[in-house]
Each structure stands twice: as structure tokens, then as C-alpha cells.
């Protein structure tokens, strides 16, 4: 994909269910919260939905007070920063598509919910880690944690327009996050969120594998 010039696009890749697969971390990380909680966490099927949005947006719910939500933040953070932040795996074929889109000259950028901080330390830690220009995600504080913000924030630190750019992920947050700002978008189908989904979220194509991806991105 090219912008309105005929320069390569830039790529903002989603991290977790994209390129990824960090189920058994955050999962865990979540279960641990519980615990220092004293409450039984959910079912792990039920806690894979977990993974995407941001920690606040999936305990608010479950633990309605605000200092609770808080305090299971804390919890979970506690266990990622010392184990969780390694539990993952590289999906296989992503090296290949980072490798091979960096080589036809686009630029790369990881846009994602999870804490700057530990998304900065996966992607440093990623064989293909330094392709990226920039890592964008949320704040401690929860402030900028959102989709929308989290785009415009990738786009604003890059000096760049929404058309010139591409939203990658695999939850209805990327998509309606790069809808919001007038992105183009690709849904993927080896993360967390199906192909349901990514269709009622509005994606514009969506790639069943990553050799689909690179298909796409020509």
C-alpha cells in the first residue's frame, strides 16, 4: 500500500494478537490480580477477551470501584513486570512479513493498548524489534489508553497524516480506532478477536495468514 504521493505507507502494527501471541502472560498476569485480590478470576476462554482492550476497560466492570480497578492494575503490573512481559510467542511468518515490508521501504510503528513501558521492552527483545521507529502505548495512569488516542498520539509523535497510513490488528479496538482517524485498515485472524468481529468493526480487508498480509500490503 502506498499514500496519496506513492510513498510506501506507514504500517502501524497492533502488538498483542498480531505479532505476538501473548495469551498465557497476560492470562496469567490477570489470574494473579485476582488472587491478590482474594476473587476467583474468570475462566481462561472468557479471560482470552481480555486481551486487547486496556486492563481499566476489561476490570472495570467486574470490580465496579474505582480504587479496586486500580489495585488490580497494580497487581497485574506487579507479576508483568517481573514474568509476564516474557510469556509470549513470536507468531510464525511475522518475522518474515516485518523483514520483508521494511525492505520495500515502509515504515513501521507497534500502536497498542498495553503499557508504553512494557510494550518499549517486548519490542526491544523482538528479533525483528528494531524495524520499528516507534513504539506508542498507554500511559500509567490509564489517560491515554484508548484506540483513538493512541492513534492519534502514533500519529502526531510521527508527523503524519491519516492517509498515509495503515492500522494492523486483530480486535474491533484497531479497527474502529483507525476508522475513527480516516485510516486505512487490515483485520488479521490469528489473534484474539475472529472474523465476526473484525467485519461488524467495519475492517476493510482482513488477512488469514501473514503470507495473506503481504498480499494485501503490495
Not at 99 to 113: D, F, I, K, P, S
Not at 142 to 159: H, I
Request: aromatic letters at 6%.
Amino acid at each position: 500500500m502506498r499514500d496519496a504521493a506513492g510513498a510506501p505507507a506507514t504500517l502501524f502494527f497492533d502488538l498483542d494478537g498480531t505479532l505476538i501471541d501473548s495469551a498465557v502472560g497476560i492470562t496469567r498476569c490477570v489470574a494473579h490480580a485476582f488472587a491478590r485480590m482474594g476473587l476467583e478470576a474468570p475462566p481462561e476462554a472468557e479471560l482470552r477477551g481480555w486481551i486487547g482492550p486496556s486492563l481499566r476497560t476489561s476490570f472495570g466492570p467486574v470490580l465496579v470501584d474505582p480504587e479496586r480497578v486500580e489495585a488490580a492494575v497494580e497487581h497485574y503490573r506487579e507479576r508483568f513486570d517481573r514474568v509476564g512481559w516474557t510469556e509470549h510467542e513470536v507468531y510464525p511468518g511475522i518475522a518474515d512479513v516485518v523483514e520483508t515490508l521494511h525492505g520495500r521501504g515502509h515504515r513501521l510503528a507497534v500502536v497498542t493498548a498495553k503499557n508504553e513501558g512494557h510494550a518499549r521492552r517486548i519490542v526491544a527483545h523482538l528479533p525483528f524489534g528494531e524495524r520499528f521507529v516507534d513504539v506508542v502505548g498507554a500511559t500509567p495512569c490509564g489517560a491515554r489508553s484508548e484506540k483513538p488516542q493512541l492513534v492519534a498520539e502514533a500519529l502526531s509523535r510521527l508527523g503524519l497524516a491519516a492517509e498515509a497510513c495503515v492500522m494492523i490488528g486483530d480486535r474491533r479496538m484497531d479497527i474502529e480506532g483507525a476508522r475513527h482517524h480516516g485510516l486505512r485498515n487490515v483485520g488479521v485472524l490469528w489473534g484474539f478477536g475472529g472474523e465476526a468481529e473484525l467485519v461488524a468493526a467495519g475492517a476493510e480487508r482482513i488477512a488469514d495468514a501473514p503470507a495473506a498480509l503481504l498480499r494485501m500490503l503490495a
